[in-house]
């Protein structure tokens, strides 16, 4: 994943993971966003210090099962960040990109990225996704999707997005102190199953996901899971 290549030299792993748990100090809407406002323009660089996986592994799953003409196809890139997914997606053929995040010093770095058509400002789950309903092909979500970040229930804004028969890309961590949020995760993806907004693709867990920052983690890479789920058609029975 070409990305790793953008670490530096004078960027330690110590240095990074201080970073990330200082990112677990601010509690409140306002501080996280503060948080990812001042980290953006260190951020490509140091998960790549990280050897963060998500983004490539989402792309790759994306890549493995979306078919069809991949550069009309309209792709959400939720909790954007950068625009590392977009980076990697544009490279396997997709090219009409719209990103959202609540940083805006995050899409500001994204904008200079010239992958997207439209990037938004908005809190997940403080505030509805900026979008209509079925709009995109493919709509993906990597790396936000955890404890202290956004709530489980923006999985179901995802869905709405999306159009009938497109796709959603999710990713979260499985490590010790994210199963409590990645058991909630989990329970809402299946009660979505059962009510047949959408169905099950695949899901892939990897146990080399990143470089494990945590005083609860003691092995050096913590694990995590890729989850693509395609919308089914509106039930007219």
């Keep these: 994943m070409s990305f790793y290549t953008m670490s530096a030299d004078t960027v330690t792993f110590d240095s990074v993971k201080a970073v990330i748990l200082s990112a677990h100090e601010g509690t409140t809407?306002?501080?996280?966003?503060?948080?990812?406002?001042?980290?953006a323009h260190s951020y490509e660089q140091d998960v790549a210090v990280l050897e963060f996986r998500a983004p490539g592994l989402a792309a790759n799953m994306i890549s493995t099962h979306v078919t069809g003409d991949r550069g009309?196809?309209?792709?959400?890139?939720?909790?954007?960040?950068?625009?590392?997914v977009a980076k990697l997606m544009k490279n396997d053929g997709f090219g009409q990109f719209?990103?959202?995040?609540?940083?805006?010093?995050?899409?500001?770095?994204?904008?200079?990225?010239?992958?997207?058509l439209d990037l938004k400002q908005s809190l997940l789950g403080d505030q509805p996704l900026p979008f209509q309903m079925?709009?995109?092909?493919?709509?993906?979500?990597?790396?936000?999707l955890s404890t202290g970040q956004v709530p489980v229930t923006v999985v179901r804004h995802l869905c709405k997005c999306t159009?009938?028969?497109?796709?959603?890309?999710?990713?979260?961590?499985?490590?010790?102190?994210?199963?409590?949020?990645?058991?909630?995760?989990?329970?809402?993806?299946?009660?979505?199953?059962?009510?047949?907004l959408w169905s099950r693709v695949e899901v892939m867990e990897v146990e080399k996901w990143e470089r494990a920052v945590s005083e609860q983690d003691d092995e050096e890479y913590i694990p995590g899971v890729v989850y693509l789920y395609q919308k089914l058609p509106i039930n007219v029975d």
């Design 72 to 84: 009309a196809m309209s792709v959400l890139d939720v909790a954007c960040g950068t625009g590392l």
């Design 98 to 116: 719209v990103g959202v995040d609540g940083s805006e010093a995050m899409l500001e770095r994204a904008r200079k990225s010239g992958l997207y």
């Design 29 to 39: 809407t306002e501080e996280k966003v503060n948080f990812y406002n001042s980290w």
């Design 163 to 196: 159009k009938p028969g497109g796709y959603i890309c999710m990713t979260t961590r499985s490590n010790r102190s994210n199963q409590e949020y990645k058991s909630a995760l989990e329970l809402e993806l299946r009660k979505m199953e059962d009510e047949r």
């Design 134 to 144: 079925d709009s995109f092909d493919v709509v993906v979500i990597s790396g936000a």
